[in-house]
């Protein structure tokens, strides 16, 4: 069992940034992938970026140059670092984290950004 506690959303404004930070209630290093997803009202979930055990990274098209994922292993996190961010990016981001083939969740955290 895996659980995701994931912090640091909130409101900002076109052109800021948030860091949103998940902790892990397992070491990360044991975990295959893991990864930051959002899902927009009325949208389906989509992939925002991932992070691979042996520190390969992957983004949609739609973040590529604005956000950073990034794993900190001494501290069994894995941040997503938004810079940039426009009011497309408005969503519920979620942490997710797949063991042993198993996808884990976490509760999701709000992300608004508007003037």
């Known amino acids: 069992q895996v659980q995701l506690v994931e912090s640091g959303g909130g409101l900002v404004q076109p052109g800021g940034s948030l860091r949103l930070s998940c902790a892990a209630s397992?070491?990360?290093?044991?975990?295959?992938?893991m990864g930051w997803y959002r899902q927009a009202p009325g949208k389906q979930r989509e992939l925002v970026a991932l992070?691979?055990?042996?520190?390969?990274?992957a983004y949609s098209d739609s973040v590529k140059g604005r956000f950073t994922i990034s794993r900190d292993n001494a501290k069994n996190t894995v941040s997503l670092q938004m810079n940039n961010l426009k009011p497309e990016d408005t969503a519920v981001y979620f942490c997710?984290?797949?063991?042993?083939?198993?996808?884990?969740w976490g509760q999701g955290t709000q992300v608004t950004v508007s003037s």
């Open positions: 997710n984290a797949v063991r042993y083939g198993y996808p884990y």
């Open positions: 397992v070491t990360i290093s044991s975990i295959n992938a």
């Open positions: 992070s691979s055990s042996v520190g390969n990274t």
